[in-house]
């Protein structure tokens, strides 16, 4: 157990649908990391969190956004659901903004339909 | 988006053999992890390498931060039914602003008992 939390651990919408996934990050943790993994794509960072600011942008659609919270934990919105969207989200989260080890969830499981 | 080469793709091997997967970039790294991912789950960090020429172990794991700073290697040894997984490397740069690790495409390992 990593000590980050993600919830729904599955989820299944239509196309066209907006979702949102939960992330908590591990106790302490400042910074909170979004990751989404395809089969195609691999592992993509997405969009960094730290203290609540964004920190980082990755490869993360416009059509995607997120946010952390004054508690830390942090939620991934995606609107206007493509059957390309499905995929695993994974929330990871480290101590500070940079540093040298990431720790990530056991993912949310998104599949549009 | 942006991944770093890793082969095998996969490995079908016997429990009791060791294994060597190496994972190279195109661009310097001053950190290098190693990842495990069992089915469903999230990926769990290995071992982590900080400098070039590094060698580190975990176990029956081992693992060396390349010379160049843009590949790594990872080896298992006596594998055991467990060590079932997609296994990353990933590689880092931090000391900067963001903590956003590239991915490697990943190498699967089957053992058989």
């Known amino acids: 157990d990593s000590g980050v939390t993600q919830t729904p651990k599955h989820l299944i919408t239509a196309t066209g649908q907006r979702v949102t996934l939960r992330c908590s990050p591990r106790?302490?943790?400042?910074?909170v990391y979004w990751y989404q993994q395809s089969l195609d794509q691999g592992l993509q960072f997405l969009i960094q969190?730290?203290?609540?600011?964004?920190?980082a942008k990755g490869n993360i659609l416009e059509r995607f956004s997120a946010q952390q919270f004054p508690d830390l934990h942090s939620e991934l919105n995606l609107s206007s659901l493509e059957l390309g969207d499905s995929a695993l989200y994974f929330c990871?989260?480290?101590?500070?903004?940079?540093?040298?080890?990431?720790?990530f969830g056991e993912g949310s499981w998104l599949t549009v339909v | 988006g942006q991944q770093l080469n890793q082969s095998p793709q996969s490995m079908f091997i016997q429990e009791g053999e060791d294994v060597s997967m190496n994972c190279t970039s195109s661009s310097i790294f001053n950190t290098w992890l190693w990842y495990k991912q069992d089915p469903g789950e999230g990926p769990v960090l290995l071992i982590a390498l900080y400098k070039a020429g590094e060698l580190t172990s975990n176990g029956r794991l081992t693992a060396q931060f390349g010379i160049t700073r843009k590949d790594s290697f990872l080896n298992i040894s006596a594998s055991i039914p467990s060590d079932v997984g997609i296994y990353f490397c990933a590689g880092l740069n931090y000391g900067g602003a963001t903590n956003k690790l590239i991915f490697g495409t990943g190498t699967l390992l089957a053992v058989q008992p």
């Open positions: 106790s302490g943790d400042l910074s």
């Open positions: 969190y730290y203290n609540g600011e964004e920190r």
């Open positions: 990871a989260s480290s101590p500070q903004g940079y540093g040298n080890t990431i720790y």
